[in-house]
């Protein structure tokens, strides 16, 4: 069984999403034969040590990585699709992961649509049956419960997961990853970026903060939010 996981890179490295989602295949397939393939998407001009430090490092945890590397300086979602699409089409994956980031909620569902699958955004935790397969867990209902979703009668089983709900891995595998690069160019085109300026944050992202300070519906007017924001500043948190 093939499980497929989208590495999603930024400011050429792989964020810890990827890992996360690793370590918790490693976990639920433990006593189930399979293989775990990586899956990166890069344009034409990525810095060259990103394959001899942060690819590096995850190939001791996969045993297989796809590389999709695009004649293209900017990548939109047509590409990451395209690239997702050709990975389902010649490695029949079961299982097809990514993260729930903004690029992973923007091109997943096109993946979904194509081979006209299901796919659950924004999990929790997933869980493994040998009869149903993947076991999506997301919060419902104004997440006052968690629901339970199985999609067993298409594939690949797809989901997206939440950035820091899950553990890293914790064990190296014996041998580093054999390593697959396909070169390819866009076969559709809908949109071009000429230029991409990135924007400096000036606030550290909820995905990486250490602490985060959360208002509840008691929380009536600005001067109690402002309130809360001064908390989580004082405890050197961020308000979310």
Not at 4 to 32: A, Q, R, W
Request: net charge neutral; proline share 5%.
């Amino acid at each position: 069984m093939n499980i497929g996981i989208f590495l999603e890179i930024e400011d050429n490295k792989v964020l810890p999403v990827g890992l996360e989602l690793i370590g918790k295949t490693m976990e639920i397939m433990e006593n189930n034969p399979h293989n775990i393939h990586g899956i990166a998407v890069i344009p034409k001009d990525y810095d060259e040590s990103l394959l001899n430090n942060n690819l590096e490092e995850v190939r001791n945890y996969l045993d297989e990585l796809f590389i999709y590397k695009y004649d293209d300086r900017y990548l939109t979602t047509e590409h990451y699709k395209e690239a997702i699409c050709e990975y389902v089409q010649s490695q029949k994956p079961n299982i097809l992961l990514l993260g729930a980031t903004p690029l992973g909620r923007s091109f997943g569902p096109r993946v979904a649509a194509y081979f006209k699958t299901g796919i659950t955004a924004d999990c929790t935790e997933i869980k493994y049956n040998e009869k149903y397969g993947l076991i999506q867990i997301r919060p419902a209902f104004g997440e006052e419960v968690l629901a339970e979703i199985i999609t067993p009668n298409t594939l690949p089983q797809m989901a997206t997961v939440r950035p820091g709900v899950m553990d890293l891995p914790k064990e190296y595998r014996e041998e580093k990853s054999k390593i697959n690069i396909n070169k390819r160019i866009l076969s559709k085109r809908r949109l071009t970026i000429m230029e991409r300026n990135k924007k400096k944050e000036e606030e550290i992202r909820l995905d990486k903060a250490k602490i985060v300070v959360v208002a509840g519906n008691a929380v009536k007017d600005k001067e109690d939010l402002l309130l809360v924001k001064r908390v989580a500043k004082s405890l050197g948190g961020e308000f979310g």
